[in-house]
C-alpha cells in the first residue's frame, strides 16, 4: 500500500482528498467562489495546497460587472499524482 502524500497529512488528509477529488473531476477547474461557498473548502486549504504546488490559479476578468475577477482552481501534475 501506498502512504499518502506527507503534506497532505499535515494539511487534513480528508479535506484535501475532496479538494482534489473535486478538482480531479473538473477539467476546467473550479471556481473559489463554488469551493468555499458550495463545497466547504476552508481558504486556508485552497492557499496550502497552492504554496505546495498541488494546485495552481488562474484569474478571470468577469464580463459583467466589469473590473471584478474570479479565481479558478486547476490540479497540477503532482496534484493527480498525489496519493490520497
Request: a positive charge; proline letters at 6%; zero cysteines.
Amino acid at each position: 500500500m501506498i502512504a499518502p502524500d506527507p503534506v497532505l497529512v499535515r494539511l487534513g488528509l480528508r479535506e484535501a482528498a475532496k479538494l482534489i477529488f473535486l478538482l480531479k473531476g473538473s477539467p476546467d477547474g473550479v471556481t473559489q467562489d463554488m469551493l468555499v461557498s458550495q463545497h466547504g473548502v476552508p481558504v486556508n486549504l485552497l492557499a496550502a495546497l497552492l504554496h505546495t504546488g498541488f494546485v495552481f490559479v488562474r484569474e478571470e476578468q468577469m464580463s459583467m460587472p466589469r473590473g471584478l475577477t474570479r479565481r479558478r482552481f486547476f490540479l497540477t501534475a503532482r496534484g493527480r499524482l498525489a496519493n490520497v
